[in-house]
């Protein structure tokens, strides 16, 4: 919705909002809980992966406001006050708060909680022309950890110069992985020293903890981070008013984009290794264990090259074409791995329960998908179909069984768009299979056991005004 302040309208106030809906049957993660204590393999379950709005205002050709908030992931078990065990009354946050200022018709300056990242183009994405149901999320390493929901505080710069368009920033990392009380000593704490080691006793009684060689996030990250995104577009350019990218025009444009990006944060990791041991015996309610415990820093980098290609096929059909295939090399540190599973339906704090995969780590990626806009009149007057294909693959150092060896993620996705009208009104029927790892902790570190693909189908609807 636009409402015009000046007769061109060349300044105006404009509103977006956006909810999709879930509801889906998925096949659980080995482990997964419904509620304390109560085990479930499979379950039918609702949810509201989005509902945002947007607040635009143009008072100048040169002068932009902004302002996004909304939730994400809610449903009956998490997502709410307390996310991974109660799903009541869901945090609705400010996800950006942009000003921006346009210097001449190459560069705008902006600053303030923003979403103009680096590593690719599906980094950037709008949720809202999503080819697929939805991202793999792969395409945010960082998601909720160094940054708030994939925005950041800090500045930006955005242009094109000819078919070449950018976007950098440098912002603050938000700390994380925080120690429990001031003292860091208590809880888990006490018996594993800044959750980078784990514990024995002798038979003496002497407790000793030894380093994983695991990386996490470094809680004393004081380092900027520094985003770059590149691109050049071959055919008819895109809109960058906004930082959101296209995921599927419709046959509307016919864009080729080749891209490249990066993402660089000093120190944003750290880690024990395995020849560190400590004797738990000798702390004190007074240790600080940052200094007494040995650590080592290990710089983020992570970096992607991306293309993608959209095109009509036949304008009298308006049948389309579109192609989206991305490759990231991730360096958190040794080991790393992170499990993710989006609007995750079980209960609690096991990283790998519900619908968990590895989402990111030090390794790669190769993520792909495929569309087909099918013609006018395919299925009645006015819906028009959109089936799609999507494959990611990864691998990461720190996934690995009891013998050491690698394990490979694969993730296979298939499904329909029904268009009622274009992104505004959609219905999404998914189909994924994902793999579930069977992991069990060994020496303080997570290993895979035998893999079995589990199913989840998932039928989303969407509005957006």
């Known amino acids: 919705m636009k409402f015009n302040l000046s007769p061109d309208g060349q300044k105006y106030v404009r509103l977006m909002a956006w909810t ?8 659980n993660n080995t482990g997964t809980l419904r509620g304390p204590s109560e085990p479930k393999s499979s379950q039918l379950d609702f949810g509201i992966r989005r509902s945002r709005m947007v607040l635009l205002a143009q008072l100048s050709p040169r002068f932009l406001i902004y302002t ?10 998490s997502g ?34 923003h979403y103009y990242n680096g590593i690719s183009r599906l980094t950037n994405a709008s949720t809202t022309s999503i080819l697929t149901m939805d991202l793999p999320l792969t395409n945010f390493p960082t998601i909720d950890a160094l940054d708030q929901f994939a925005r950041w505080i800090g500045v930006f710069a955005k242009g094109r110069v000819g078919k070449f368009d950018y976007r950098v920033s440098m912002s603050d990392p938000f700390l994380t992985n925080l ?9 888990t704490q006490a018996g594993n020293p800044l959750a980078l080691g784990f514990s024995s006793t002798s038979a003496t009684g002497v407790v000793t903890n030894t380093g994983t060689n695991v990386a996490n996030y470094n ?3 004081d380092g900027h981070v520094y985003q770059g995104y590149f ?8 809109s960058n008013l906004l930082p959101y990218t296209q995921g599927t025009y419709l046959g509307t444009k016919k864009v080729l984009s080749l891209g490249a990006g990066f993402m660089y944060n000093r120190n944003g990791m750290f880690s024990r290794s395995a020849s560190s041991t400590v004797a738990l015996n000798n702390y004190t309610s007074t240790t600080d264990l940052f200094n007494t415990v040995p650590t080592e820093k290990h710089d983020i980098k992570l970096f992607g090259v991306d293309a993608f290609f959209d095109t009509p096929l036949d304008t ?13 090399n991730y360096n ?20 790998y329960r519900g619908n968990a995969l590895p989402q990111s780590g030090t390794g790669s990626s190769v993520y792909a998908q495929l569309g087909f806009l099918t013609g006018k009149k395919t299925l009645g007057s006015k819906v028009r179909l959109q089936p799609y294909v999507a494959y990611l693959h990864s691998g990461y150092e720190g996934l690995r069984n009891a013998a050491g060896e690698r394990q490979g993620v694969n993730v296979y996705d298939a499904g329909m768009n029904f268009l009622l009208d274009g992104h505004n009104a959609k219905i999404t029927l998914n189909y994924r299979e994902r793999p579930d790892f069977n992991m069990t902790t060994v020496a303080g570190v997570g290993t895979a056991g035998t893999v079995v693909h589990r199913p989840e189908i998932t039928l989303q609807t969407q509005v957006f005004l």
Request: proline residues 8%; hydrophobic residues 35%.
């Open 20 to 27: 999709q809906v879930y509801m889906r049957f998925n096949e």
């Open 68 to 77: 996004h908030l909304g939730i994400n992931n809610q449903n009956a078990v």
């Open 80 to 113: 709410g006050v307390s996310p991974t065990v109660d799903g009541k009354k869901p945090q609705f946050f400010i996800h950006e708060a942009v000003t921006e200022y346009k210097v001449n018709k190459y560069l705008n300056l902006g600053a303030g909680l």
């Open 179 to 187: 120690p429990n009380n001031p003292l860091y000593v208590a809880g």
């Open 219 to 221: 809680p004393q990250n």
């Open 231 to 238: 691109s050049y577009n071959f055919f008819e350019p895109e």
């Open 316 to 328: 009298a059909r308006r049948t389309a074409v579109t192609f989206y295939g991305v490759y990231y």
């Open 332 to 351: 958190f540190g040794p080991n790393y791995v992170r499990f993710v599973g989006a609007e995750n339906p079980g209960y609690g704090a096991s990283a």
